[in-house]
Each structure stands twice: as structure tokens, then as C-alpha cells.
């Protein structure tokens, strides 16, 4: 039996900032993981999809050369084989930037390669060895779900962990699922040759929750490729390929792309040694401040406790999770960040703050502004395409939250989310410095709508956009 102060069982983003933290305390510690080193996102998500995101917008741009009085676009072309090449070359930086650093800095007595399980509450099984530690936490990360029923389709069916690995693209494509990677990878697909069907079972798509914006993302998405929502799929194998039906539509592709979002690995933990309940989807339950399981020396940081499954917060999450490991049993609760949430679509969409779906109606105010011809800036860049919706607390006057569909809307939502996080009321954000002609200038454009929505006429000040001077 070997024993250790502190196990960690996973070399994610997670796990790896969990172990730096401890680190900067102690040594007494072990790093166990199994399977591939290197972080989700630089590994099979954030980064390799940025990458050919980035290929299929430069190539896309030759539609709009004419606007600008630039002849010849329709001449260039794609070599998809580069694309992906390149993909994979920088998706190698990143992932081995990841091991240079934290993984291959190790010596072999702390960093162990192997699936762990538990044996008891404070006991770990892996290869065969005992391992006792005072505090354990679960890094594990998650995996594409992929029904059973679809697995009999073989190099057919794609996720995002294998599609960056084809040599060429298939002609034909169906996407299924229109979250946020499924939009991303779907119109990088669309734009860099392939023939794309999006499929969604939800009648909303990118993760948006307002109607209106996710009426306009529908709007400008269904002008790359068809989108069937509303519908569950089913899947038929052929010669031919797979026929994706419907009860509206059957479509004939070459492969399909299941992106279906991702499942937590829990499986082979054995959590019940551990003496963990589990809940009817087999989740153990947490407290999200702490990271603490139940009242165990045990935390789970990251994707794999399914709360808010993105890189930012696997991060903050890893961080609690070790400060409270290093402190038990004196487990303390850190405030958690305003959510952010950011698809690389064009245009991006972005949300902040508090999700609509989730407030009172007869609470809050809404605002929305439309950037078609009415943002200079836009106009000019010949993106003049989108919406902004900005939502705030009737009583306290502070911003909630919003949506965006617009371009750049991964920079606005950032301002935003900073406002909320700092509690900023409607009237301090009409205060804000704007510049001519910017972009910004449509956030200005919808805190204003949002102000004479939130502010009744004898709370405004006769000039809301000025401060007197104390």
C-alpha cells in the first residue's frame, strides 16, 4: 500500500492546475491518468476546431472580394488535405506544450499512467497498485456521447475526437446535434467544400436561450446549409453511406458527425467503493464553491462533474478544488465567476451572465438591437448582420446577462460579463466611454434601449450619459 497526501486522478486542465497549486505546498503527491495526455481543448476541442474555423473563414472571405472592388476570388481554391495537416500540426504544439510543461516535468514516482478505481474512501487501485491518499480529487474530463444504436456504422460515424484525424473531408455530411460545436465545426465544414445537413432536436440551436436571437442564428446559419430542428434523427446504414430520416426528411450523407455534447467519465471509477450515492444519471452529488463531494475528502473538478464543461472554468474549478484538498477538513466556498460562453460561428454568438431561461420574466427588462443597417463600423466592414439582446434586474437596475449574434462577439461579451460581474447598473454602463464608428458603438446603442426600458422617466437624469464632477 502506498500512501500520499494528495491523488489526483486525471491530467487535464483540471487536474493539471490542481496539481500545480499542490505543488507550490508539497511533493507528496501522485498524478494519475489514463489514456491520452493533453488537455480536451488542446487535444480534440477548443484549439484543433479554432484552427480549421480559421482555414474555412479565409477561404470563405473570396465571396466578398467583389464588394470591396477586389476581382479574381472565384479562382481560389481549397486543399483540404493542407487544412487538416495544419490542424493537426498545431493541435501537436499545443498538446505537447502541455506535457513539456506539467506531465513530462514529473519524475516517474509521482506521475502514474493508468486508469484508476476506487477501492474504498480514501483508497485507489491502479495497474494492480494500492494507493492511499488523506484527499483524492477526480479530474477525469468526459467523452462524446455516441449512441449505441449508431456504433455499427464504423469510420462512418465521426465526433469531435476523430474528425480532425481524416486525411480529406467526406463529400456529403451530417451533422447531428447544433450546440455549440456542432455549429462550429458544421460551418467550417460547409465552407471549406463539404455538402453539410445540420439536425437538431431542440427547436434552438448554438445553446441560445433568448427566441429572438435564436431566430436571427437560424436566419443566417440556414443560408450556409439546411437545418432540421424540432426532430429527433434516426440513423440507416447503406452502400451508399447513411441515410440521416426524419418524419419530414431523409438525407443521404457520406458520414455523419455525432455532436451530441459530452458525457462525464465516471463509469470506471467505481465511486460506490468510495461509499458516493449516486443520482439517477450517475452523478455523485458537489457543492460547486467547494468542489467537495458530499462531506468526503474527495472533489471533482472539471468537465467531469458536468456544471459548466469549458476550459475558463475547468481551470477555476482545479484551483478550488486543491486549495480545499490542501485545507481539509477546513473546506472553504469561493464565489464562482459570471458564465461566459463563446461560439467561434460567423457571426460569433456569445452569453453571459445569467441564463434567460432560467429568470422571472415579470422581473427584468429586455432590450434588442438589430445591426442591419445601423451600426456605421458594420456597414463599412460589410458585416452589418446580427443581434444584440441585453437583459436587466427591474428593481436594482443591474445587468443580468444577454445574447449575441453579431461579429467580434467574443470581445463585446467579455465587456459585458465584466460589467455583470461587477454589479454595474444600466445607468453606470450609459455612462461608459464609446468611440466613432465602432462596433461598440451597437452595445451603446442597445444599453440605451435598455435604459428607457429599466428607468422610469422620473429616474433619468437629464443626461444619463454624463457624470457630475464630485
Same mark, same amino acid.
Not at 255 to 260: M, P
Not at 289 to 318: C, S, W
Not at 372 to 385: L, P, S, Y
Not at 398 to 404: F, N, R
Given at each position: ?105 514529473? $519524475? ?36 462524446? %456521447? ?64 433568448? $427566441? ?13 446549409? $439546411? ?37 462525464? +467519465? ?17 452523478? $455523485? ?19 467531469? +462533474? ?53 429568470? +422571472? ?64 447598473? %444600466? ?44
Amino acid at each position: 500500500m502506498r500512501k500520499v497526501k494528495y491523488a489526483i486522478i486525471g491530467a487535464g486542465t483540471s487536474g493539471l492546475t490542481a496539481m500545480s497549486t499542490i505543488r507550490k505546498q508539497t511533493e507528496d503527491f501522485v498524478l494519475i491518468n489514463g489514456g491520452h495526455y493533453g488537455t480536451t481543448c488542446a487535444r480534440v476541442g477548443c484549439m484543433p476546431s479554432k484552427a480549421m474555423i480559421q482555414s474555412a473563414n479565409l477561404f470563405h472571405k473570396r465571396y466578398q472580394f467583389a464588394e470591396f472592388g477586389v476581382q479574381g476570388g472565384e479562382a481560389l481554391q481549397v486543399d483540404q488535405q493542407a487544412v487538416l495537416k495544419r490542424v493537426r500540426r498545431l493541435r501537436d504544439r499545443f498538446t505537447g506544450g502541455v506535457k513539456a510543461g506539467t506531465t513530462d516535468a514529473l $519524475p516517474e514516482s509521482q506521475l502514474i499512467s493508468g486508469y484508476a478505481r476506487f477501492t474504498g474512501e480514501n483508497r485507489l487501485e491502479v495497474n494492480g497498485q494500492q494507493i492511499e491518499a488523506e484527499c483524492i480529487i477526480i479530474a477525469t474530463g468526459s467523452e462524446p %456521447v455516441v449512441p449505441a444504436a449508431w456504433q455499427n456504422l464504423g469510420d462512418r460515424l465521426l465526433t469531435s475526437d476523430t474528425i480532425f484525424e481524416q486525411d480529406v473531408l467526406p463529400k456529403r455530411m451530417a451533422v447531428i446535434g447544433l450546440g455549440v460545436i456542432g455549429l462550429e465545426l458544421g460551418q467550417a465544414m460547409s465552407r471549406l467544400g463539404v455538402d453539410v445537413s445540420g439536425f437538431e432536436l431542440s427547436d434552438f440551436i448554438g445553446g441560445l436561450s433568448v $427566441p429572438e436571437v435564436n431566430q436571427k442564428a437560424i436566419e443566417l446559419f440556414s443560408q450556409e446549409f $439546411p437545418l432540421y430542428l424540432g426532430e429527433a434523427s434516426s440513423l440507416e446504414g447503406g452502400a451508399n453511406g447513411v441515410k440521416v430520416v426524419t418524419s419530414k426528411t431523409e438525407v443521404e450523407v457520406d458520414a455523419v458527425l455525432a455532436s451530441l455534447g459530452r458525457r462525464p +467519465n465516471l463509469d470506471s471509477l467505481n465511486l460506490e467503493a468510495a461509499g458516493i450515492e449516486l443520482d439517477g444519471r450517475g452523478m $455523485p452529488s458537489f457543492n460547486r464553491h467547494t468542489m467537495q463531494v458530499e462531506d468526503k475528502p474527495i472533489f471533482i473538478a472539471g468537465d467531469v +462533474n458536468g456544471y459548466r464543461p469549458i476550459l475558463h472554468e475547468a481551470g477555476y474549478e482545479g484551483k478550488i478544488a486543491a486549495l480545499n484538498a490542501l485545507a481539509f477538513p477546513e473546506v472553504e466556498a469561493y464565489e464562482r465567476k459570471t458564465p461566459l460562453g463563446i461560439a467561434f460561428t460567423d457571426p460569433e454568438m456569445a452569453s453571459f451572465g445569467v441564463s434567460f431561461k432560467s429568470l +422571472n420574466p415579470d422581473r427584468i427588462e429586455m432590450a434588442t438591437f438589430d445591426l442591419e443597417r445601423n451600426n456605421g463600423r458594420a456597414i463599412v466592414m460589410h458585416e452589418d448582420h446580427g443581434l444584440i439582446c441585453l437583459y436587466a434586474d427591474k428593481i436594482n437596475k443591474c445587468l443580468l446577462g444577454g445574447e449575441l449574434i453579431m461579429p467580434h462577439a467574443e470581445h463585446f461579451a467579455h465587456l459585458l460579463s465584466w460589467a455583470v460581474e461587477q454589479r454595474m447598473t %444600466v445607468l453606470e454602463l450609459m455612462r461608459m466611454p464609446f468611440y466613432h464608428p465602432v462596433l461598440e458603438e451597437a452595445i451603446q446603442s442597445a444599453v440605451q434601449k435598455l435604459y428607457y426600458a429599466v428607468y422610469d422617466e422620473d429616474e433619468r437624469p437629464m443626461a444619463p450619459e454624463l457624470t457630475l464632477m464630485q
